[in-house]
């Protein structure tokens, strides 16, 4: 397996542009997680999906996220309008029942916003 | 928020020297993970211990347990420059709704 794969990598856009991150969650697993990573807060977890249904979007910073799962093998996080401060790494995660909090993680998206 | 701080913030040693990690939590969990990031890399699952286990072995890997004290220990041996990464402890338990929680890591630095 691929393991849980993230697109793009890097990502660098202007304040107030439209940023769309995109992960594939490992086969099999129903589980996916949005992590935002920074030196000042540590690893946060954003929301989470089970069988593509939204759990705890508690995470979510303000309205100008958004993440959606279509279908099982595909999530995005949005940020409409980007901020300077949105500048972080953003990854993505999976897991299965049974192993739930046993997450297997993507290898993150760096974005910054200028 | 971050339920697991790590101690130290960071570790430098020889490559061949034992690494020793401590994680300590604030309320109580059900299970205690410990995760590794290499730079630019995403975490990678170490080991799980349950709360009712208090020592958990993985290769070059011993983790401890001390619920009554909410702290656990991660000790890498006879350390290898491939083990120089940051390492977090992650904490899931009903006071944070279940969800796994990431301490802020140990960034441990194993010079050959």
């Known amino acids: 397996d691929a393991g849980v794969i993230q697109s793009p990598r890097h990502e660098v856009t202007e304040m107030g542009q439209e940023v769309t991150l995109r992960c594939k969650p490992i086969s099999g697993h129903d589980y996916l997680f949005w992590y935002r990573q920074t030196m000042m807060r540590g690893l946060e977890l954003l929301i989470y999906f089970n069988n593509n249904v939204p759990i705890d979007d508690s995470g979510m910073p303000e309205d100008r996220f958004s993440a959606k799962m279509p279908n099982a093998s595909f999530s995005t996080l949005k940020i409409q309008p980007s901020e300077p401060r949105d500048s972080a790494v953003y990854f993505c995660?999976?897991?299965?029942?049974?192993?739930?909090?046993?997450?297997?993680f993507g290898q993150g998206t760096r974005l910054t916003v200028v | 928020s971050q339920q697991g701080e790590e101690d130290p913030q960071a570790l430098s040693i020889q490559e061949g020297e034992n690494a020793t990690m401590n994680c300590s939590y604030k309320t109580s969990i059900n299970n205690l993970q410990w995760y590794r990031q290499n730079s630019g890399r995403g975490l990678v699952h170490l080991i799980l211990i349950r709360s009712n286990e208090r020592e958990k072995h993985s290769g070059r890997l011993r983790v401890t347990l001390d619920t009554s004290k909410k702290s656990s220990s991660l000790l890498i041996t006879a350390s290898r420059a491939a083990d120089t990464a940051s390492y977090f402890c992650a904490t899931d338990g009903s006071s944070y709704g279940n969800k796994l929680v990431f301490g802020a890591g140990t960034i441990l630095r194993v010079k050959s």
């Open positions: 995660a999976s897991s299965r029942t049974g192993y739930r909090l046993l997450a297997f």
